[in-house]
């Protein structure tokens, strides 16, 4: 099977991950992406930076020569290659047009639509998500990262949404032993996330407080800067800053407790470190609910809280307690191996739920 996927290939953990496992499973992919269009890297930076302010604004307003140019390539390259299957993931700058023009192209094959962040939220910019969300109705197969998302693709035209949740990858998220740990990144507790006006700054502050040492990184903390009171603990912390690739394996590995917050702006129910802190073998602290009670068994796989009182006192156990932390930490990989909660297990989904819709569409 050869499968076109489609993104702006920014970031490894997502168009490239999923692109590898496919690989792996017996699959020619052909890749296609924009980022080294529009932006280039700096040594020392943690993101991208745009290459000009004229890109920029092209890459912002979703029109403009390098779109144009990039659109027509992607319609010439379905021509040429004549993929079975043509794999959006985060899509934003393919508009409906191109889309048909590519359908056109590929008459046989079959067009898959997947985000992972939440094009229906009411936070969500609409001027971002535009033409992933006009375009819904043209693609055979959709694929969402929350449930709550089936019902929104519908109501815009989609015939058929998946879920298809994020994943841990082998090759990144594994457990660091001990004599091998950065002991810069040694503490009690981590939270590697970004930034949301959500209470998760209260609760930080409060693990500051309560006397447990925090490591703090993540995008968007710059965010909460000026909403701290003078004596907030978070600005020692300062400057926070993101943690990729072996720096966040050091970082999840060096802490005795993992915390995970969910984004309220994505009204997510999980998020992608629910698999990848019990991958690296490292007890999980997270926000409860009734999606992630459901895939690990509470205080046996991972620990949950409800509120801050409750994330002290989970923390406080977990901390005092090594062995009942150790079980938690080996409990929570064994379930996300055995769960198949890996970008290969996902690619299988994918494969399969493909599959199933050609089987039907022969049939018909």
Not at 304 to 328: A, H, I, N
Request: hydrophobic fraction near 40%; charge should be positive; include cysteine.
């Amino acid at each position: 099977m050869r499968v076109l996927v489609v993104g702006d290939w920014q970031w490894p953990w997502y168009q490239e991950a999923c692109a590898s496992a496919l690989e792996l499973l017996g699959c020619e992919v052909v890749r296609f992406g924009w980022n080294d269009i529009f932006r280039r890297w700096i040594s020392g930076r943690s993101e991208p930076i745009f290459r000009s302010f004229w890109l920029r604004a092209q890459s912002r307003l979703q029109s403009g020569p390098a779109v144009w140019r990039l659109r027509r390539n992607l319609v010439r390259v379905g021509e040429q290659r004549r993929p079975d299957v043509i794999f959006f993931y985060n899509v934003q700058l393919i508009d409906r047009a191109t889309v048909r023009a590519l359908k056109d192209a590929v008459p046989g094959a079959i067009l898959c639509q997947y985000a992972n962040d939440n094009p229906f939220s009411p936070d969500a910019l609409f001027w971002l998500w535009r033409n992933f969300i006009e375009s819904v109705p043209e693609f055979h197969i959709h694929f969402v990262y929350r449930q709550s998302n089936v019902e929104n693709l519908c109501r815009y035209g989609a015939r058929g949404a998946h879920l298809l949740r994020s994943y841990f990858i082998p090759e990144e998220d594994f457990p660091v032993a001990a004599v091998e740990r950065d002991l810069r990144f040694k503490c009690d507790v981590v939270f590697a996330g970004h930034y949301e006006n959500d209470g998760r700054v209260e609760a930080l502050e409060y693990v500051l407080k309560t006397g447990y040492r925090l490591k703090l990184f993540g995008g968007g903390w710059m965010g909460a800067l000026p909403g701290l009171s003078p004596n907030s603990p978070l600005r020692a912390l300062y400057p926070i800053t993101p943690v990729t690739g072996a720096d966040y394996r050091q970082a999840i590995c060096g802490a005795k407790v993992a915390l995970c917050f969910l984004s309220a702006k994505n009204r997510d129910t999980y998020t992608r470190r629910n698999f990848q802190i019990p991958a690296m073998k490292v007890a999980m602290l997270t926000q409860r609910t009734s999606d992630l009670t459901g895939l690990f068994a509470e205080d046996r796989e991972a620990c949950f809280f409800g509120s801050t009182g409750e994330l002290l006192q989970q923390l406080q156990r977990l901390t005092r307690d090594g062995d009942y932390r150790q079980r938690v930490a080996d409990a929570g990989r064994e379930r996300v191996w055995l769960d198949e909660h890996h970008v290969g297990g996902r690619m299988k989904q994918f494969l399969a739920l493909v599959d199933a819709f050609r089987l039907n569409r022969q049939s018909l």
